[in-house]
């Protein structure tokens, strides 16, 4: 069989690729080394000009940790311990009467210190049919819809539907330049599959198969956010994501601190060494105050992907931190004490 031949006399160039939708190679460095200075929104969780899917039982105070961040993100302040960028919110609560949504937002300011509301926080307390109009009008970096189903629920119900809207979605999320996040509902209890227990060793999107609704939220968005009750033992909830190529975070134990009246205020990462496993806590032991990946891998005694875990959940517990490429420092206690 002849193998065939390209025409010599065709020469593709860039002129030629470009109106195709086609990326060369140089044209591929370029457009990643221009996004690569505003990645995230929040770091290592939410990338800008992503779509985020965050989904829980009902009444776990999912709509609170997801409320919190969005201010973090308005004010321009540390969400559970990651860095954010500060930019306008546009936050769509259309689950709560406006005076629950004043009084979960006073607490959530008073939680994180800020004398006043930031002026980027903007909501909207009813449901809009002309969510693009008002993206182009406010240009927000972020856009919270709590929840999917009061929103939109149709787009609950089948795939096609779905797949469709959220196409539509990413088109806006790229000509405006913001991030989506939906907060969305677990499917009632007889209605799936067995309950997962939200674990380290558990993958978020086997998770997510207990999520209401069509397979295209979890196929067709960049970050999945599993949020589950963590019965308080020892934490309040437990968050665990997975980004697109990415994959899982190590998984995050909450805890929900209260007010002097012992109400809900905010949420906080739990950290300490004594949420490691055995196993990792042990290996930490063993290492010097700054190690190398290489020393890590010994001290645990591990392949490659289970260390670079190890260290991803202690860098998420406040127990090391990473100063260069491949060299890492432990925190001492009182240090990641201070970063909570």
Not at 193 to 213: F, Y
Request: glycine share 6%; with cysteine; net charge neutral.
């Amino acid at each position: 069989m002849s193998t065939p031949q390209n025409n010599p006399t065709e020469e593709l160039t860039p002129q030629k690729l470009l109106p195709l939708g086609v990326l060369w190679p140089a044209e591929v460095d370029r457009i990643c080394a221009e996004e690569t200075e505003t990645q995230f929104l929040i770091e290592g969780l939410l990338p800008a000009k992503s779509i985020a899917i965050a989904a829980g039982d009902s009444t776990i105070g999912k709509s609170p940790l997801i409320c919190q961040l969005a201010l973090c993100v308005a004010a321009g302040v540390p969400f559970l311990g990651m860095q954010t960028q500060r930019g306008r919110v546009l936050y769509l609560d259309l689950e709560n009467s406006l005076q629950d949504c004043k009084a979960l937002r006073d607490a959530l300011l008073q939680f994180l210190g800020l004398s006043e509301t930031p002026e980027e926080f903007l909501l909207v307390p009813e449901p809009r049919q002309d969510l693009e109009n008002l993206i182009a009008e406010v240009r927000p970096r972020l856009v919270v819809i709590d929840s999917l189903r009061a929103f939109r629920p149709d787009v609950t119900e089948k795939n096609a539907i779905a797949g469709q809207w959220l196409k539509e979605i990413r088109r806006m999320a790229r000509k405006y330049g913001c991030a989506f996040i939906f907060i969305h509902h677990l499917r009632k209890p007889g209605e799936g599959l067995p309950g997962h227990n939200l674990a380290e060793e558990c993958r978020v999107v086997n998770w997510m198969l207990e999520m209401e609704g069509p397979r295209a939220f979890v196929n067709q968005t960049d970050v999945r956010i599993a949020i589950a009750d963590g019965n308080s033992d020892p934490a309040a909830l437990k968050v665990k994501w997975s980004r697109r190529v990415h994959g899982d975070s190590p998984l995050l134990l909450v805890e929900r601190v209260c007010d002097r009246e012992g109400e809900p205020a905010g949420y906080r990462q739990m950290t300490g060494v004594l949420l490691l496993s055995p196993e990792r806590r042990a290996a930490l032991e063993r290492l010097p105050p700054e190690f190398s990946f290489k020393d890590a891998k010994a001290a645990l005694a591990r392949s490659d992907d289970p260390t670079n875990k190890f260290l991803a959940e202690c860098r998420q517990l406040g127990l090391v931190k990473k100063v260069a490429k491949g060299v890492y420092r432990r925190v001492s206690p009182d240090a990641a004490s201070e970063q909570r």
